[in-house]
């Protein structure tokens, strides 16, 4: 073989040796990037879980505390009503002539 036929199939050699050494090696670093860029993803996405978790759990204890006053009205409202009830009796005997 001629000395330029040996030389241009020791560089194309090189040449195929070399890409494959660049393409690995970008290959790796993007894989690197893309991690970065998943893990980056994850941890807004759990942060953001984090908060809408913080504020159900403030939605449930407001909730709480309504029933709580919720409750405390209706029973303020029914001793009101049996007061009522009593007054009206005693009204309702005045106005007959009767006295207490």
Known sequence: ????????????????????????????R????????EGK???????????IKAGVDDIKRKQERQDERHLEIITRITAVEQSAKQAHLRIDR??????V
């Open 41 to 51: 993803e994850a941890g807004t996405i759990l942060t953001e879980i984090g908060y």
């Open 30 to 37: 993007n894989c690197k990037v893309d991690n970065e860029n």
């Open 94 to 99: 005045i106005e007959k002539g009767d006295r």
């Open 1 to 28: 073989m001629s000395e330029i036929a040996v030389l241009s199939t020791v560089l194309g050699i090189l040449g195929t040796i070399c890409a494959i050494v660049f393409g690995f090696a970008t290959y790796k």
